[in-house]
């Protein structure tokens, strides 16, 4: 079984550009979300989506937005990009809502932003 | 506002060293507590936690939660090179990480 992909691997990017990163989770499972994750600090918070639906949001600027499809599959999308989005960004899903359920992570989507 | 704080930051080992790994946590409706691996890019998950006082088990790696003084513990007994890596740990649903304890185990 495939585990949570993500693409692209290496991004690089300009200031003031548009990105969408993309992310498969892993056959069956619903809820996605996303982390981003600066050199040297742990993962941060940024969406939790689940059927569909945003469940909920970090402490991130209107510049992130994200969206899940019928196929549970995921986007990330960040405008107006600057030098502080240089970043690996996860995603990790999971089969559904619950504190039982534990999160799978994808290898990241390395983006730097020049 | 809810963090997750870890210590020590950064640790350095010889092989066959037993470390312990310390996370505390102040989080609203605390649900669970989790410790994961991260070698390159994904984090590989380890342990969820979410009653007090049960040691949880996996080879030479074992955690243990206690509800009422906020923190968690991750033992490595007999440390290996192959054990080099940053350890997170992560509390609730959502997952709010710490920074992270740097492990580097030297032969």
């Known amino acids: 079984d495939a585990g949570v992909t993500q693409s692209p691997t290496h991004l690089i990017k300009t200031r003031g550009q548009h990105v969408t990163l993309r992310c498969s989770p892993i056959?069956?499972?619903?809820?996605v979300s996303w982390y981003q994750q600066v050199l040297g600090q742990g993962p941060q918070f940024i969406f939790q989506?689940?059927?569909?639906?945003?469940?909920g949001r970090g402490n991130f600027p209107d510049r992130f937005s994200a969206r899940q499809f019928p196929n549970y599959s995921s986007e990330l999308n960040v405008n107006a990009l600057l030098l502080g989005d240089s970043a690996l960004y996860l995603c990790?899903?999971?089969?559904?809502?619950?504190?039982?359920?534990?999160?799978?992570f994808g290898s990241g989507t390395r983006l730097t932003v020049v | 506002e809810d963090k997750v704080v870890q210590s020590p930051l950064s640790l350095v080992v010889h092989e066959g060293d037993t470390v312990t790994l310390n996370c505390s946590y102040e989080?609203?409706?605390?649900?669970?507590l989790l410790w994961y691996k991260q070698e390159k890019k994904a984090p590989t998950f380890l342990f969820m936690l979410?009653?007090?006082?049960i040691e949880k088990k996996s080879g030479r790696l074992s955690s243990i939660l206690d509800k009422k003084e906020l923190f968690s513990i991750l033992n490595i007994t007999a440390t290996q090179t192959g054990d080099s890596a940053v350890y997170l740990c992560?509390?609730?649903?959502?997952?709010?990480f710490g920074t992270g304890t740097r492990l580097q185990v030297f032969p």
């Open positions: 992560a509390s609730n649903d959502k997952l709010i």
């Open positions: 989506y689940y059927e569909k639906e945003e469940r």
């Open positions: 990790a899903s999971r089969i559904s809502q619950g504190v039982q359920y534990g999160y799978t």
């Open positions: 989080v609203t409706n605390f649900r669970s």
């Open positions: 056959s069956g499972h619903k809820s």
């Open positions: 979410t009653s007090s006082g």
